[in-house]
């Protein structure tokens, strides 16, 4: 197997101006989102939000980004639409947005080779589990299901496989006694945050 490494993201010198521009794509409460734009705003990340874009209209992320005066764009999926159309008019809206860095935050559409091309070792995603080890969906039911005993989050650039990109940065959270996957979605999320945004400032060359 080829070497990989997460941190070959960043350039000796970055290729984009900083503060790094960022879209933020979510599906649902976007939780790592107001973190991540927290940090931003507190200058913990050398970066700003100039998009939040969702593909459902009923994402509460879209709601979140709004109060804080962010633009936020809703691309949904049409019925019959063509999945390549789709991916056509989202990474149309980045790129009218001028995004640098794409960072996915409970995006729960899994992009295409041909997508994930056209942005290659631009796209970051946090998931919540320690990868390789339960990837895809419901990671803390399947770390729960397995009984793992320590489970955690991973921040990885994004590849054309589901949560296979290199990892950029992990930290492990235990599976306790008696945890169902409410708990143990919690204790993990409360390291998502913290960890997005500082491997973002390390992956940015800022931090
Ligand atoms: C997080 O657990 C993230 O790791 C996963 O989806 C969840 C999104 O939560 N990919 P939120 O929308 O950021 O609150």
């Given at each position: 197997m080829t070497a990989v490494d997460?941190?070959?993201?960043?350039?000796p010198v970055p290729w984009?101006?900083?503060p790094a521009r960022l879209a933020v794509l979510l599906s649902g409460r976007g939780s790592n989102f107001q973190s991540l734009a927290d940090a931003c705003d507190a200058g913990e990340v050398p970066a700003r939000v100039v998009l939040v874009l969702s593909d459902?209209?009923?994402?509460?992320g879209l709601a979140k980004a709004r109060a804080r005066g962010l633009p936020a764009a809703v691309v949904e999926r049409a019925p019959g639409e063509k999945r390549a159309t789709h991916e056509d008019r989202i990474a149309a809206a980045i790129q009218a947005a001028g995004a640098d860095v794409r960072c996915l935050a409970g995006f729960m559409r899994v992009l295409s080779p041909a997508f994930v091309g056209r942005f290659e070792r631009r796209i970051v995603n946090i998931h919540p589990?320690?990868?390789?080890?339960?990837?895809?969906?419901e990671a803390q039911r399947q770390a729960l299901e397995h009984g793992a005993k320590v489970s955690g989050a991973t921040v990885h650039l994004v590849d054309a496989?589901?949560?296979?990109?290199?990892?950029?940065a992990q930290e492990a959270v235990p599976v306790l006694t008696g945890d169902d996957e409410a708990s143990l979605a919690a204790r993990i999320l409360a390291v998502e945050h913290r960890l997005y945004a500082a491997t973002l400032a390390r992956l940015l060359g800022g931090g």
């Open positions: 997460g941190a070959s993201f960043v350039a984009f101006p900083l459902r209209a009923d994402a509460a589990s320690l990868l390789p080890s339960f990837p895809g969906l496989g589901t949560d296979t990109g290199p990892i950029a």
